[in-house]
């Protein structure tokens, strides 16, 4: 099997087979423009100009060594989607409708991105965690070095992270000082407001993330399974609360009744 030389970082050569090759650029690490040198004929050509590569390239998502989520994207664009980029619209959609549930399912899926990016992968536990310790997903946006090229970030990681730690922590001080008991019409306003907080806080990692792939010519990332059924659950939900229908208002209605009818039969018994 041949053997090419490359670098990507501009300083330091290596030597890769056909599928490290084709590994890095499903990675993006190197694209459809980065030049290689056969190392037996000590040409340099274009990754876009060896057949053998890009078959290997091509290959379906299924066979590859990692799962990115946004490969659908790459036949498309000849690099991967960088991390999980949707419209604003969907993610405000996303944020408001699903709210902590849809900014564990972001998390995790920019988690498997910068994971797709990494030599060394994670998997099952050690992946999750990743998603659940946010400020590390925000300081590696932030710090990325090929989104940095294209664009510097307009954020702060630590003040994005802040934020999303009064968002953790305000409803436990509410509970702490006894006002969580509020009626559901009320407690929905309030609930509402914690995540246009949500919104507003991770906004700009958003709106950078889909900036930096307009720049390069990236579609949009599949918004995948799992927002659509966190979307749908959570507007479910809510429906049947605002419309009344629960178990509680149900039994309460038919418990009526017979209270009523056995007030009735005691006043009967003592007039």
């Not at 499903?26 to 100009?49: E, F």
């Given at each position: 099997m041949?053997?090419?030389?490359y670098?990507?970082?501009?300083?330091?050569y290596?030597?890769?087979?056909?599928?490290?090759i084709?590994?890095?650029?499903?990675r993006?690490?190197l694209?459809?423009?980065?030049?290689?040198?056969?190392?037996?004929?000590?040409?340099?050509?274009?990754v876009r100009?060896?057949?053998?590569?890009?078959?290997?390239?091509e290959?379906?998502?299924?066979?590859?060594?990692?799962?990115e989520?946004?490969?659908?994207n790459?036949?498309?664009?000849?690099?991967?989607?960088?991390y999980?980029?949707?419209?604003?619209?969907?993610?405000?959609?996303?944020?408001?409708?699903?709210?902590?549930?849809?900014?564990?399912?972001w998390?995790?899926?920019?988690?498997?991105a910068?994971?797709?990016?990494?030599?060394?992968?994670?998997?099952?536990l050690?992946?999750?965690?990743?998603?659940?310790m946010?400020?590390?997903?925000?300081?590696?946006?932030?710090?990325?070095?090929r989104?940095?090229?294209?664009?510097?970030?307009?954020?702060?990681?630590?003040?994005?992270?802040?934020?999303?730690?009064?968002f953790?922590?305000?409803?436990?001080?509410?509970?702490?000082?006894?006002?969580?008991?509020?009626?559901?019409?009320?407690?929905?306003?309030?609930?509402?407001?914690?995540?246009?907080w949500l919104?507003?806080?991770?906004?700009?990692?958003?709106k950078?993330?889909?900036?930096?792939?307009?720049?390069?010519?990236?579609?949009?990332?599949?918004?995948?399974?799992?927002?659509?059924f966190?979307?749908?659950?959570?507007?479910?939900?809510?429906l049947l609360s605002?419309?009344?229908?629960n178990?509680?208002s149900?039994f309460?209605?038919?418990a009526?009744?017979?209270?009523?009818?056995i007030?009735?039969?005691?006043l009967?018994l003592?007039p």
């Amino acid at each position: 099997m041949k053997k090419y030389g490359y670098t990507t970082d501009g300083i330091n050569y290596e030597i890769g087979s056909e599928k490290q090759i084709a590994d890095l650029v499903l990675r993006g690490m190197l694209n459809l423009d980065s030049t290689i040198q056969d190392t037996q004929t000590l040409l340099w050509c274009k990754v876009r100009d060896l057949p053998s590569i890009k078959h290997e390239i091509e290959k379906p998502a299924i066979n590859l060594s990692f799962h990115e989520p946004s490969m659908d994207n790459f036949l498309v664009t000849g690099q991967l989607t960088l991390y999980y980029s949707i419209p604003i619209a969907v993610f405000v959609i996303g944020m408001l409708v699903g709210g902590e549930y849809f900014l564990l399912y972001w998390l995790f899926r920019n988690a498997l991105a910068i994971n797709a990016s990494q030599k060394k992968k994670k998997k099952g536990l050690t992946l999750l965690l990743n998603s659940i310790m946010f400020w590390r997903t925000f300081e590696h946006i932030e710090r990325d070095a090929r989104m940095n090229e294209i664009e510097r970030a307009s954020f702060s990681a630590t003040s994005v992270s802040r934020k999303i730690w009064i968002f953790i922590a305000a409803p436990l001080v509410l509970g702490y000082l006894g006002l969580n008991t509020l009626p559901y019409h009320l407690d929905l306003i309030v609930d509402t407001l914690f995540y246009c907080w949500l919104v507003y806080s991770i906004l700009p990692v958003q709106k950078y993330i889909n900036s930096v792939n307009q720049k390069i010519g990236n579609p949009y990332s599949s918004r995948g399974f799992g927002y659509y059924f966190i979307v749908a659950v959570m507007l479910m939900l809510i429906l049947l609360s605002l419309s009344g229908i629960n178990r509680s208002s149900i039994f309460k209605a038919k418990a009526l009744p017979e209270v009523q009818h056995i007030q009735d039969e005691e006043l009967n018994l003592y007039p």
